[in-house]
């Protein structure tokens, strides 16, 4: 063994196939962090997307060093803008299109 290591080309084998190891376990943490976050939206995209404003809101503030006022961030005036309006209508759309499938998978009903 101490003359396998000792060998400088197997040395460099070594660290070539060491680097190749560390940069897959790093593709795959990233991809299990990509799988988790998509699986966790697809799980309740309503609360996902609550949750993940939140999080940008607070990373935002952390970064900009901008103490908001939780107050008027907790009225509801914010909320009936039109981007409100446009992203629930989607959210409605989207799960009638997904109920829509739903029953299409069962055997003898067709939705035309």
Do not use: C
């Not at 560390?22 to 309503?46: A, C, G, V, W, Y």
């Amino acid at each position: 063994m101490s003359n396998f290591l000792a060998s400088t080309a197997n040395q460099q084998e070594v660290t070539s196939l060491d680097v190749k190891i560390h940069e897959t376990t790093e593709s795959i943490n990233q991809l299990k962090t990509q799988r988790d976050f998509m699986l966790s939206f697809s799980t309740d995209p309503q609360d996902f997307i609550q949750e993940w404003l939140r999080s940008q809101h607070r990373d935002l503030k952390v970064i900009t060093d901008v103490i908001g006022n939780p107050e008027e961030e907790r009225r509801a005036a914010s909320y009936h803008q039109p981007w409100a309006q446009e992203a629930v209508g989607r959210h409605i759309f989207a799960k009638v299109q997904q109920q829509r499938q739903d029953l299409e998978q069962v055997p003898g009903i067709r939705l035309t």
